[in-house]
């Protein structure tokens, strides 16, 4: 079990459920997955980029990605069907709570001029974020790395509001402005 994991049902259910003495234990928000998606408009160019950004989300996550691909064509991107366009990786479990642990402590504060996330969430209890640079990773080794490619990570929850997945969140230790 991960040292979040073991927070997490040690104390932050306990916390949640002082906060919230009228709900049911089955009510209160739980991270249920992690989406790490990268989009690589270059794979259209470049054959190689696939392959190479599946090896860091790889490194990255701790297993493999699939790619996604491209649903219709589009003449104006020189966009074929069902030509690899992206790289997703789904985390829940141990992996989850380990990748979660892992930016909140040590890849967040690598962030150059970072004050924090904002509060906003999707209306739905799940919160979006992007990150512009895959190199602020430690496990990314920079000799290795042509090109900087951004990618966009969905913490899922099963929070109903915004307000419970921004407290969910913040007991997580996940790195808001304040």
Do not use: W
């Not at 970072?114 to 080794?141: A, L, S, W």
């Not at 951004?150 to 808001?176: H, K, Q, Y």
Request: glycine share 6%.
């Amino acid at each position: 079990m991960s040292r979040l994991q073991k927070k997490y049902k040690e104390e932050i259910v306990s916390e949640l459920k002082k906060r919230h003495p009228d709900r049911n234990v089955m009510e209160m928000p739980v991270l249920k997955k992690i989406v790490i998606s990268m989009g690589l408009g270059e794979a259209v160019k470049d054959k190689n980029a696939i392959q190479e950004h599946s090896d860091e989300l790889m490194l990255l996550s701790g297993q493999k990605p699939v790619v996604t691909k491209s649903k219709k064509a589009i003449s104006n991107f020189k966009l074929r069907e069902d030509q690899p366009i992206g790289l997703m990786v789904t985390l829940r479990g141990k992996r989850m709570f380990d990748f979660l642990d892992r930016f909140c402590n040590i890849v967040s504060p690598r962030i150059r001029d970072f004050r924090g996330f904002g509060h906003k969430c999707d209306g739905r209890g799940n919160y979006n974020f992007g990150v512009t640079d895959q190199q602020i990773y430690p496990e990314i080794n920079l000799d290795k790395v042509k090109r900087a490619q951004g990618m966009n990570i969905t913490l899922v929850t099963t929070a109903s509001s915004d307000d419970d997945c921004v407290e969910l969140l913040t007991l997580l230790g996940f790195p808001f402005k304040s």
